[in-house]
T-cell receptor
Framework: GDSVTQMEGPVTLSEEACLTINCTYTATGYPSLFWYVQYPGEGLQLLLKATKADDKGSNKGFEATYRKETTSFHLEKGSVQVSDSAVYFCALSDYNTNAGKSTFGDGTTLTVKP | EAQVTQNPRYLITVTGKKLTVTCSQNMNHEYMSWYRQDPGLGLRQIYYSMNVEVTDKGDVPEGYKVSRKEKRNFPLILESPSPNQTSLYFC???????????FGQGTRLTVV
């Protein structure tokens, strides 16, 4: 079945450092890929998405590019802030091949120190 | 305001006592899903519903039931809760499967 593997955490960075959280996936079809963010005590919310190969999703300074050749969707940000401290989840969903199923990674906890 | 509402937010119950966690969305979404979040295991899908009266098992359906009688509501039922169902539960909805999911605030369930 489909699977998502995320870089193990936790990750601790200083403010203004560069961030990369690795995400690779296994899927039989051509899924849509997502990054969700979970702030303390809250539900998940969409950070960015990409629906086909070579698409780049971006939001709030975060970016991720759908790389079909390496089956990856790494999350990047050039300069993190304390307010970016949260848990980040990579996810995939494929309506055409596996309608209804959604697969999430284990989550990566990011802590940004001032 | 577009939202997914879960109730209750916190629940402590005893083994074997039936309970229901409600989930309601106001976005007219076709697709709804339940997940549980456990440390080190990420989010795992319990059940999902593609539309009214259409439900199917996710990856960890044992011990849970769902129903979808109306488009907006998707309750999660634990007929006989056990301690291994202690977890943080999330309901989510999407326009359809494969599109952006909107999540509720979560329900923290403790079964003693």
């Amino acid at each position: 079945g489909d699977s998502v593997t995320q870089m193990e955490g936790p990750v601790t960075l200083s403010e203004e450092a560069c961030l990369t959280i690795n995400c690779t996936y296994t899927a039989t079809g051509y899924p849509s890929l997502f990054w969700y963010v979970q702030y303390p005590g809250e539900g998940l919310q969409l950070l960015l998405k990409a629906t086909k190969a070579d698409d780049k999703g971006s939001n709030k300074g975060f970016e991720a590019t759908y790389r079909k050749e390496t089956t990856s969707f790494h999350l990047e940000k050039g300069s993190v802030q304390v307010s970016d401290s949260a848990v980040y989840f990579c996810a995939l969903s494929d309506y055409n091949t596996n309608a209804g199923k959604s697969t999430f990674g284990d989550g990566t906890t990011l802590t940004v120190k001032p | 305001e577009a939202q997914v509402t879960q109730n209750p937010r916190y629940l402590i119950t005893v083994t074997g006592k039936k309970l229901t966690v409600t989930c309601s969305q106001n976005m007219n979404h076709e697709y709804m899903s339940w997940y549980r979040q456990d440390p080190g295991l990420g989010l795992r899908q319990i059940y999902y519903s593609m539309n009214v009266e259409v439900t199917d098992k996710g990856d960890v359906p044992e011990g849970y039931k769902v129903s979808r009688k109306e488009k907006r509501n998707f309750p999660l039922i634990l007929e006989s809760p056990s301690p291994n169902q202690t977890s943080l539960y999330f309901c989510a909805s999407s326009f359809r499967s494969g599109t952006e999911a909107f999540f509720g605030q979560g329900t923290r369930l403790t079964v003693v």
